[in-house]
């Protein structure tokens, strides 16, 4: 029963601290879901045809893809996504007496829906956060271990900097990553045909939502192969639950390949190029303007965790499980048409390894020498990986990407030391803030824009930007 509270109490913590305000990550992964949604709950349209010319006009018809058969858009991003988010949008616009969303004023809506998204993305990565929690107490026997691993899960990867930021893919994805390493803890305890079916169901859903998310039904199955459990429930809850996404892209996309919306995974399996791809693993991991390691440099345990384990050769289940599935998220990235991860914060595209990267980190921690001065690095180093998160939260508004990650120019950009992203940033002295409010029966948003004087911790510039729309 303890271990639940404490589960409890981190996710409510971590859930606070991501909703401090209402800043969003401003990626436009996040806005065809967000339209589809909303549009689901006031006219039960799977199409984006109300937003056509807005879209158009916004220079934001990318985000969509069209079916020429019925002169019809959809979103870009897997309908589960959407599906997954109507209850909760649901919920918030009827508590809080939200209407009127008309397609023809959606760019002065789109905030109060980003904002929305935001906070469902922070209650599913939250409550990633309070599995992992559960699932490194029962694997460490440790409750000190599996908090000091919630916590850099939480605040010090992509968790915070990425997932709970924005309603794109990346927080479902990582709820239904923490349960499968939930259920495959509970199956090295025994043989359970039950628990099978769920983890198809998980992995199914995981892929449907994150194509890229097959690496976690591939290392799974391989996970039950060495623990001799029954493979076969699991396969067949996934292809029952996996075909859903692939005849919707075969019925409502015209698109006949099955491994992801547009085919972007077949296409980028078809231009494989070792070296470019060993470049781009290079980079993604060392470069001062994407590298992992620059962004979140407390991950440098979980590469020295990855290299003990291959030299003692503790081979269990759950740290092969881990070792496979950052193998396949990293080799995956490293033939991708978009490797850079598009205007993101750091390599986003490698979300996914990160709860297998932090387990490696904690494996590590746990298993070498104790000392103060092991853990006064480990605390200095989650602080820095924790304010590069504020910098992205607060500080970035892709101004950076905007003026240096052009097509064609990917690799110079994530190599550019003249201009360096942090730097950038940070010389600027500049943060800003949002807050949805409830005023009059109107709902208000307010951007705050900080500017600090050089050595003077003190405000000299606000600047309230406010919309209005009905309640």
Not at 229 to 251: E, R, T
Not at 396 to 425: C, E, M, V
Request: hydrophobic share 45%; aromatic share 16%; glycine share 6%.
């Amino acid at each position: 029963m303890k271990k639940y509270i404490i589960a409890l109490f981190i996710f409510l913590l971590t859930y606070a601290i991501y909703n401090r305000n209402d800043n969003f990550y401003g990626t436009t992964d996040s806005l065809p879901i967000n339209f589809n949604t909303i549009d689901i709950i006031n006219s039960g349209r799977v199409d984006l045809n109300n937003y056509r010319k807005l879209l158009d006009d916004g220079g934001l018809i990318g985000i969509t893809t069209e079916n020429k058969q019925n002169n019809s858009i959809y979103s870009k991003q897997p309908f589960i996504n959407t599906l997954l988010s109507v209850p909760y949008f649901y919920i918030y616009t009827k508590i809080h007496h939200i209407s009127n969303f008309n397609p023809q004023h959606i760019y002065e809506q789109r905030e109060v829906l980003q904002i929305i998204g935001k906070k469902f993305a922070s209650l599913l990565t939250a409550g990633s956060v309070a599995i992992i929690f559960l699932v490194m107490a029962n694997y460490f026997h440790s409750y000190t271990y599996a908090l000091i691993g919630s916590f850099i899960y939480a605040f010090a990867t992509f968790a915070y900097g990425t997932s709970s930021q924005a309603n794109g893919t990346h927080a479902n994805s990582a709820l239904l990553i923490s349960l499968t390493y939930l259920i495959l803890s509970k199956l090295n305890k025994s043989k359970n045909q039950y628990l099978t079916s769920i983890l198809g169901i998980c992995t199914a859903l995981a892929y449907t939502i994150r194509p890229v998310n097959i690496i976690f039904l591939i290392t799974t199955i391989i996970i039950l192969i060495i623990q001799k459990q029954p493979k076969k429930n699991i396969l067949l809850y996934f292809l029952g639950i996996a075909s859903v996404l692939i005849s919707y892209n075969y019925i409502i996309l015209v698109n006949h390949i099955p491994f992801g919306v547009g085919g972007e995974i077949t296409n980028s399996l078809k231009n494989i190029n070792i070296i470019t791809a060993i470049k781009v693993v290079f980079t993604i991991i060392f470069s001062p303007n994407l590298g992992l390691l620059i962004y979140y440099p407390i991950l440098v345990f979980s590469f020295l965790g990855i290299i003990r384990f291959l030299v003692k050769k503790k081979f269990d289940t759950t740290l092969i499980f881990s070792f496979f599935a950052i193998l396949g998220v990293f080799g995956l990235n490293s033939i991708w048409w978009a490797w850079w991860s598009g205007y993101s914060w750091g390599s986003r595209l490698l979300t996914e390894a990160t709860i297998p990267l932090v387990f490696f980190l904690i494996y590590f921690l746990k298993n070498t020498n104790q000392n103060v001065k092991k853990y006064l690095i480990v605390g200095s180093l989650f602080a820095l990986s924790t304010f590069n998160n504020l910098v992205g939260i607060y500080c970035n508004d892709f101004s950076w990407h905007a003026k240096y990650l052009r097509p064609g120019y990917t690799f110079q950009a994530s190599w550019n030391l003249t201009d360096p992203i942090f730097p950038y940033y940070i010389n600027r002295r500049y943060f800003s803030t949002k807050d949805m409010s409830y005023v009059n029966n109107k709902i208000v948003i307010t951007n705050r824009a900080y500017l600090f004087v050089p050595r003077q911790l003190a405000f000299i510039k606000t600047i309230e930007v406010t919309n209005q729309i009905t309640k």
